[in-house]
T-cell receptor, first 109, second 112 residues
Framework: GIQVEQSPPDLILQEGANSTLRCNFS?????LQWFHQNPWGQLINLFY???GTKQNGRLSATTVATERYSLLYISSSQTTDSGVYFC???????????FGTGTRLTIIP | DAGITQSPRYKITETGRQVTLMCHQT?????MFWYRQDLGHGLRLIYY???????DKGEVPDGYVVSRSKTENFPLTLESATRSQTSVYFC???????????FGPGTRLTVT
C-alpha cells in the first residue's frame, strides 16, 4: 500500500512562532487531507488539498503532487494549535484514506 | 446542525461480549467510515460504506461487523470482544468518494 511519512514527529515551539510540517507519500494521489487532533481527541479537517495551495487564516497548505509531498504552515502559533497533525492520502482508484503517524505540536505560552 | 455523532462515548465491556458502537450523521453524506486509533499505529480503517447496503473492508476488518440499512446510520459491532480491540473508535463521513472527511467525537472502548 501507499506509504505516508510525516516530519518532524514532535515539535515544541514558543507562542507566536511559525512552523512547517511535512508529509511525504510514496505514490500518486487524488486525495490529500490535513487534520488536527486536539488534546481532547477531536479530529478536525483542516484542508482538502490534492494539489496546489490553500489558506485559511493563520494556516496554509501546499501540495506538490508531482514531487509527492505536502506542507502545512502555521503562522503566529497559539496554544490552541497544540495537538497532533495528520496527513492522509488516497491513491487513484482507491476509496480509502491512509493516515501518516502524525506530528505532535506543542505550543508553549 | 448536529453533524456526526457517536454513542456511547465511553464503554467498558468484558472479553467475549458483543458490543455495538453507533454512528449517526445528519448531512446525508454517501460515504461513512470506521477507524480505530491506537498508540503506535495511528488511524486505521476498519470498514467503510459507499451508500446504504454497500459496505467494504478496510485495513483491519477482522472481528468486526458493519451494516448500513439507512444512509444516516453506520453501526459497528464487535461480535465477541477481545482485549486487542481496546481502542478509540472514530466514525467519519464524506459527501463523495474523494471528498473531505468529517469525524465524530470518538468512542473509547475498553475490553477487560
Amino acid at each position: 500500500g501507499i506509504q505516508v511519512e510525516q516530519s518532524p514527529p514532535d515539535l515544541i515551539l514558543q507562542e507566536g512562532a511559525n512552523s512547517t510540517l511535512r508529509c511525504n507519500f510514496s505514490d500518486s494521489v487524488n486525495n490529500l487531507q490535513w487534520f488536527h487532533q486536539n488534546p481532547w481527541g477531536q479530529l478536525i479537517n483542516l484542508f482538502y488539498i490534492p494539489s496546489g495551495t490553500k489558506q485559511n487564516g493563520r494556516l496554509s497548505a501546499t501540495t506538490v503532487a508531482t514531487e509527492r509531498y505536502s506542507l502545512l504552515y502555521i503562522s503566529s502559533s497559539q496554544t490552541t494549535d497544540s495537538g497532533v497533525y495528520f496527513c492522509a492520502v488516497d491513491r487513484f482508484g482507491n476509496e480509502k484514506l491512509t493516515f501518516g503517524t502524525g506530528t505532535r505540536l506543542t505550543i508553549i505560552p | 446542525d448536529a453533524g456526526i455523532t457517536q454513542s456511547p462515548r465511553y464503554k467498558i465491556t468484558e472479553t467475549g461480549r458483543q458490543v455495538t458502537l453507533m454512528c449517526h450523521q445528519t448531512w446525508s453524506h454517501s460515504y461513512m467510515f470506521w477507524y480505530r486509533q491506537d498508540l503506535g499505529h495511528g488511524l486505521r480503517l476498519i470498514y467503510y460504506s459507499a451508500a446504504a447496503d454497500i459496505t467494504d473492508k478496510g485495513e483491519v476488518p477482522d472481528g468486526y461487523v458493519v451494516s448500513r440499512s439507512k444512509t444516516e446510520n453506520f453501526p459497528l459491532t464487535l461480535e465477541s470482544a477481545t482485549r486487542s480491540q481496546t481502542s478509540v473508535y472514530f466514525c467519519a463521513s464524506s459527501r463523495d468518494r474523494v471528498g473531505e472527511q468529517y469525524f465524530g467525537p470518538g468512542t473509547r472502548l475498553t475490553v477487560t
